[in-house]
């Protein structure tokens, strides 16, 4: 089984989890490691070609961008659900 991980910065991520030996190389082998489309080109090119999700098998089209979308799509929601600040009588009542 292999596992695709797109993330900003998954260059970093692949070089701390193979610094601090987060997981055994047999392991961490099934790892791919991508940076989202629209974050690789803040990268140095040498980067870019290594991580780039359009270079690696497996990863299709996907641009990584799925989270900002959802995170975009529930921002209407904010204002409504927002709490602005406890009073001391809502303290008592919960410990209380």
């Known amino acids: 089984m292999s ?9 970093q ?3 701390s989890w193979r610094k601090f030996k987060f997981f055994d190389n047999s392991i961490l082998s099934r790892f791919h490691f991508v940076i989202s489309v629209f974050h690789a ?3 140095q090119w040498p980067c870019q070609v290594v991580y780039h ?3 690696h098998k ?7 961008e799925g989270c900002e979308r ?12 927002r709490v602005s600040g ?4 809502h303290h ?3 410990l209380g």
Not at 3 to 11: A, K, M, R, S
Not at 58 to 64: A, C, E, M, R, V
Not at 76 to 81: D, E, F, R, S, T
Request: hydrophobic share 40%; proline share 7%.
């Open 3 to 11: 596992v695709g991980l797109l993330y900003d910065i998954g260059c």
């Open 13 to 15: 991520l692949e070089r």
């Open 41 to 43: 080109y803040g990268h």
């Open 53 to 55: 999700p359009r270079k």
């Open 58 to 64: 497996g990863f299709g089209l996907s641009d990584g």
């Open 70 to 81: 959802l995170w975009s799509a529930l921002k209407p929601l904010i204002g409504p659900l």
């Open 86 to 89: 406890v009073s001391g009588s």
């Open 92 to 94: 008592v009542g919960l």
